[in-house]
């Protein structure tokens, strides 16, 4: 039996009950009752080590470790940010399975994003209906991730968005008005960011928001095109904040109700599908 995004789905659903800690390689298993047997360990709530050979017959990887493959019991490791990831692959695994044979898919890249952080990023655009489609987005800034004692001045971040939009005419042209919820994490240093944060701190903490856009899609030809959007909601936001950017030593926990700006982009859109 395949390992499917539905199995994946399954897993995720259980332990998200169970207040677990999963940490997830990909792999295959190759029996329906070695799944069901893992999903009962899982459910017993106890730190478990499991023998890759009886679990993955011979689709077991060449790799030995006395760490346990996963579960740790969320009374020994709360991490709400893991919590949060959990949740998020859960919501874009189902997304992807309900759209599998979409009729059209768009490929793009967020121009203004991308140029003005440095980060790149990528994003996917699924036709649902005559006047809907389902847009996935997606940004990574590791650049000076670790810092320095000299330079420790960063914008590392990763960020998520799942997006609903409605068109007026139809999908892929002309106007459309949306609804998105948003996730990531971040480590920023040096840089002033309006309503957020100054630049003579250090902040390192996650978020997770909604909110409301407009957008416009010019189309060029047959693949290519151009999108501008622009988006406008809350996020809270939960961080710790270090006293100058080369400090180790923690000032405080500290919360962030935001509203404003949640998008803004110039997309360079090539159609796949």
Excluded at 99 to 106: D, E, F, L, R, S
Excluded at 202 to 219: F, K, L, S
């Amino acid at each position: 039996m395949s390992f499917s995004e539905t199995d994946f789905a399954k897993i995720l659903i259980f332990c998200h009950k169970k207040n677990l800690i999963v940490q997830f390689y990909k792999l295959k298993f190759s029996r329906l009752n070695n799944f069901i047997h893992l999903l009962q360990q899982i459910l017993s709530k106890t730190p478990i080590f499991v023998d890759f050979t009886d679990i993955l017959g011979n689709n077991s990887p060449q790799k030995t470790s006395s760490k346990p493959y996963f579960c740790t019991p969320k009374k020994t490791v709360i991490m709400k940010r893991q919590q949060m990831i959990l949740t998020i692959c859960l919501m874009v695994f189902m997304i992807l399975s309900t759209v599998t044979h979409a009729q059209k898919i768009g490929l793009k890249t967020n121009v203004l994003y991308g140029v003005g952080t440095l980060t790149p990023n990528l994003s996917m655009e699924m036709f649902l209906g005559n006047q809907s489609t389902l847009n996935i987005s997606g940004g990574y800034n590791p650049w000076n991730l670790k810092g320095t004692h000299e330079n420790n001045k960063k914008l590392a971040h990763w960020l998520g968005c799942v997006e609903y939009r409605r068109w007026i005419c139809e999908s892929f042209n002309g106007h459309f008005f949306g609804a998105h919820v948003l996730g990531g994490q971040y480590n920023i240093g040096g840089h002033d960011i309006p309503l957020l944060f100054d630049k003579e701190f250090r902040q390192e903490g996650w978020t997770a928001g909604a909110g409301i856009n407009y957008g416009y899609h010019w189309m060029w030809s047959k693949r290519w095109s151009l999108e501008f959007n622009i988006g406008f909601g809350y996020a809270y936001l939960e961080y710790g904040q270090y006293g100058c950017l080369q400090c180790a030593e923690k000032e405080g926990r500290y919360t962030k109700n935001y509203f404003g700006p949640t998008q803004m982009g110039l997309n360079l859109v090539f159609m796949i599908k």
